[in-house]
């Protein structure tokens, strides 16, 4: 090989390698926020969420596919729903994955996931603003109770009772003293609940004495009219359900109804929440939901809480507060700065 062409093929070889060492730079290290779980507090008061940062040690591409190694750390925040502040100076920070169960009273029910080792419960306390109990905690309070390889179940305790009511890997269920952190068997409970990881659970795919048309853009329709919209996959607000499996009736506001519904049939991203008169189905107002994008394509998470004329959403990207009568978007609060560590 002649020394002009050797020049040639060692430049193009090193231009490769620092594309790829760059490239390999800009994704090792701690990534982008990404949220896991949340739920508003029995009140309005709080919400409460938990996310997840991925910290990249390993990084390689070969031919299409990327490949990433590292570990996962998960952090709980408390916002304030009013005023849009973070409650807690530091956010609680684990090395177990924390997932938002249940909140009762001001007992935040968590479950927490040691990657390949148990799954057990823990408890935030929004009284004190701290850990009640965390995992470990409570497995050393029940050393007899077993927390295997395997996922628990939550359930809904007795209406009046307090305390958080799981089923543990020896199919016995449990209630925990929130004071004590002591487990105590009891009687099983049927009411099971969901992890609030799950997507948005408070819609309903229909609305009795309603029909939707066919096609890909639907309209709403009764025995006298059919709505002034069309929307994608519509789905009508629902505040009072608790879970994907329960049936009641849709949420009305001044004898209007809401309408969740993605802007384009490509992702759930950008969301639209829409004002609809019950008698005419004329639509009063439609508000864009701002969220960002995340790594994961996953945005069909949101939680809503209605507080005298202001209904609170939220998403994976922040607190959405609309004034009602305006139709219009109050407040935004972001979940995370990404300028800033949390």
């Known amino acids: 090989m002649n020394r002009k062409l050797f020049c040639k093929v060692f430049l193009f070889c090193l231009s490769v390698l620092c594309f790829y060492f760059m490239c390999g ?38 031919g299409g596919a990327t490949f990433r190694a590292g570990s996962t750390t998960t952090y709980l925040q408390v916002m304030d729903c009013k005023s849009g502040k973070k409650i807690l100076d530091k956010p609680i920070k684990s090395p177990e994955i924390l997932t938002i169960v249940d909140i009762e009273n001001n007992h935040v029910w968590l479950q927490s996931y040691e990657i390949s080792k148990s799954w057990s419960p823990a408890l935030f306390d929004l009284n004190t603003m701290k850990m009640a109990f965390s995992a470990k905690d409570l497995a050393a309070i029940n050393p007899s109770v077993p927390m295997k390889m395997g996922v628990i179940r939550f359930f809904k305790n007795s209406p009046g009772k307090s305390g958080g009511f799981f089923e543990a890997t020896d199919g016995r269920q449990y209630i925990i003293d929130p004071q004590t952190g002591k487990y105590q068997e009891s009687a099983p409970s049927k009411q099971s609940i969901e992890t609030k990881d ?24 009764n025995k006298f009219q059919e709505s002034s919209d069309d929307f994608i996959s519509p789905k009508f607000l629902n505040l009072q359900k608790e879970n994907e499996n329960m049936r009641d009736s849709v949420t009305l506001y001044q004898n209007n109804f809401f309408v969740l519904s993605p802007s384009f049939t490509t992702d759930d991203k950008d969301m639209l929440l829409t004002c609809i008169n019950k008698d005419s189905l004329n639509t009063i107002w439609s508000v864009a939901l701002p969220q960002n994008e995340n790594e994961d394509h996953s945005y069909d998470k949101e939680r809503f809480f209605l507080q005298d004329k202001f209904l609170m959403v939220a998403n994976t990207s922040g607190l959405i507060v609309i004034d009602l009568p305006k139709g219009s978007i109050h407040a935004l609060y972001p979940f995370f700065d990404i300028n800033k560590k949390e």
């Open 25 to 62: 730079c800009s994704s090792i290290g701690t990534q982008p926020p990404q949220w896991h779980s949340g739920m508003f507090s029995p009140d309005g008061k709080y919400y409460v969420y938990t996310w997840e940062e991925f910290f990249v040690n390993q990084y390689s591409q070969r």
């Open 198 to 221: 799950q997507k948005c659970y408070q819609t309903n795919s229909s609305l009795k004495g309603f029909n939707l048309s066919t096609g890909t853009r639907k309209k709403i329709s």
